[in-house]
T-cell receptor, first 115, second 115 residues
Framework: DAKTTQPNSMESNEEEPVHLPCNHS???????IHWYRQLPSQGPEYVIH???SNVNNRMASLAIAEDRKSSTLILHRATLRDAAVYYC????????????????FGQGTTLQVKP | NAGVTQTPKFRVLKTGQSMTLLCAQD?????MYWYRQDPGMGLRLIHY???????AKGEVPDGYNVSRLKKQNFLLGLESAAPSQTSVYFC??????????????FGPGTRLTVL
C-alpha cells in the first residue's frame, strides 16, 4: 500500500489560511487522495478527495501537485472549530473487484488554531 | 437520519469478561467497518463487512469476532477481554462497493477500558 507522510503538528492563527502538506511519493496512477479530519473526542469525518485536478468544496480546497507525489489541504480561514487531527489517505480500492475499501490511517497532522 | 450510531459510549471491563459493541447505520450502506484507535495513533482496521452475512479480517483481528446478520447492524465481540484491548472503537460505513471515491461515515466511538 502506498504511504503518506505528514508533519506531526502545525499551528495557525484564527481567520488565517492554513496549508496542510502531504507527501505520497509512491502513489499509483489510480490512487485517489482523501482527507479526513478528527475533532477532539469524535470519529473521523470526510473533508475532501481528488485524483489529479485541484478540488474545492464548502470545507476546504485540495491542491494536487502535477506529478501527484504531494498534495496540500487548504483551509481558507481557520476557525477554532478546525482544530483537529487531519489525515491524508490514499484510497486502497480497486475498481470492479472484491476489496475492502479500507482506509489506512497514519498519525496525521495535529492542527492547533490560536485565537 | 441518525447516521452511524454506536452502543455503548463507554464501558469498563475486567480481564476475561466478554462484551458486544453494537454499530447501527440508517443509510442503507453495504460496507461496514470496525476500527480501533490507541492513544496518539491513527485508526487500525479490525474487521469489515462487504454486505449482509459477510465478514472479513482487517489488520488487527485477533481477540475479536464480528457478525453482520442484518444490513444495518455490525456487531463487534470480545470473548475474553485483555488490557491490550483498552482503546477507542469506531464503526464506519460506506455506500458503494469497489469505488475509490466512497466516503466513509464514522460513528462517535466507544471508549473501552479493560482492567
Amino acid at each position: 500500500d502506498a504511504k503518506t507522510t505528514q508533519p506531526n503538528s502545525m499551528e495557525s492563527n484564527e481567520e488565517e489560511p492554513v496549508h496542510l502538506p502531504c507527501n505520497h511519493s509512491t502513489i499509483s496512477g489510480t490512487d485517489y487522495i482523501h482527507w479526513y479530519r478528527q475533532l477532539p473526542s469524535q470519529g473521523p469525518e470526510y473533508v475532501i478527495h481528488g485524483l489529479t485536478s485541484n478540488v474545492n468544496n464548502r470545507m476546504a480546497s485540495l491542491a494536487i501537485a502535477e506529478d501527484r507525489k504531494s498534495s496540500t489541504l487548504i483551509l481558507h480561514r481557520a476557525t477554532l472549530r478546525d482544530a483537529a487531527v487531519y489525515y491524508c489517505i490514499l484510497r486502497d480500492v480497486i475498481e470492479g473487484s472484491s476489496n475492502t475499501g479500507k482506509l489506512i490511517f497514519g498519525q496525521g497532522t495535529t492542527l492547533q488554531v490560536k485565537p | 437520519n441518525a447516521g452511524v450510531t454506536q452502543t455503548p459510549k463507554f464501558r469498563v471491563l475486567k480481564t476475561g469478561q466478554s462484551m458486544t459493541l453494537l454499530c447501527a447505520q440508517d443509510m442503507n450502506h453495504e460496507y461496514m467497518y470496525w476500527y480501533r484507535q490507541d492513544p496518539g495513533m491513527g485508526l487500525r482496521l479490525i474487521h469489515y463487512s462487504v454486505g449482509e452475512g459477510t465478514t472479513a479480517k482487517g489488520e488487527v483481528p485477533d481477540g475479536y469476532n464480528v457478525s453482520r446478520l442484518k444490513k444495518q447492524n455490525f456487531l463487534l465481540g470480545l470473548e475474553s477481554a485483555a488490557p491490550s484491548q483498552t482503546s477507542v472503537y469506531f464503526c464506519a460505513s460506506s455506500y458503494r462497493t469497489g469505488k475509490r471515491t466512497d466516503t466513509q461515515y464514522f460513528g462517535p466511538g466507544t471508549r473501552l477500558t479493560v482492567l
